[in-house]
């Protein structure tokens, strides 16, 4: 009678000892963890696959766009000296590649207060193409030229406003937003952006494409 009593006695001591020497591995294995805890997360995420470069977002969890390589590539580089900073922002402005920067007009440079559309190029569509995007976005030429001409004219004998923008599977524009621009003002280029977001472009050979589209202006009654 007695031995049967102490039989859970013994039971209890085996569960004990293989608890800890249980804790004891789990303590072991979490002290190594920390120096292959990074590989493992880059092993996990090598890169991403809509946006190989990066991407933008509108603060909301949203996708804006994705980045281009010369965009990531600025991004990363090293910050230039103060002078180097403002001589650069000087040539982007006066060249129109910055489209955040005012442009710098040349004085003599003439001013045309009406401008009619010169071309709507093809979209550039970054997988596949969008064949429809050029067809679709000439129906508005009307909207373009009021653009132009409600926000400073064009300055010179011609202008281009390219923009960027996403298609997903509904095929049309979105996030649009203004890449460059040339002889026309910061408020045309956004106003050229407005008409383009949300119209039909085609559906696109992937679920989510990047696409960039330009338009070219010249002063009305100019030669195509």
């Known amino acids: 009678m007695a031995a049967f009593r102490l039989r859970p006695a013994w039971w209890v001591l085996a569960l004990l000892s293989g608890a800890l020497f ?17 590989d493992g997360h880059l092993a996990r995420y090598p890169f991403d696959p809509v946006c190989p470069w ?13 980045l281009e390589s010369s965009e990531a590539r600025g991004l990363l580089a090293p ?15 006066s060249s129109g590649r910055n489209p955040g920067l005012p442009a710098q007009v040349p004085a003599n440079t003439k001013l045309y207060r009406k401008v009619s559309v010169k071309e709507v190029g093809p979209a550039q569509a970054d997988t596949g193409e969008l064949p429809e995007a050029q ?10 030229v009021q653009c132009v001409n409600g926000n400073g004219g064009l300055e010179g004998p011609q202008g ?3 923009v960027r923008f996403l298609v997903r599977e509904r095929g049309r524009a979105e996030g649009v937003s203004v890449k460059d621009r040339q002889g026309v003002s910061i408020a045309a280029a956004k106003c ?11 559906y696109p050979a992937a ?3 990047g696409a960039t589209l330009s338009i070219e202006f010249m002063p009305e009654g100019g030669a195509r």
């Not at 933008?56 to 996708?63: P, Q, R």
């Open 135 to 144: 067809v679709q976005l000439r129906k508005v030429l009307d909207r373009y």
């Open 160 to 162: 281009k406003v390219t």
């Open 54 to 66: 990066g991407r933008i977002a509108d603060g909301h969890g949203l996708l804006v766009r994705c």
């Open 22 to 38: 249980s804790l004891e591995r789990t303590e072991l294995a979490a002290a190594q963890a920390p120096a292959a805890a990074p």
């Open 192 to 202: 050229v952006a407005e008409v383009v977001d949300r119209r039909f472009v085609g």
């Open 207 to 209: 679920p989510i494409v």
């Open 79 to 93: 910050a230039p000296a103060a002078p180097a900073v403002a001589t650069e922002a000087a040539a982007q402005a």
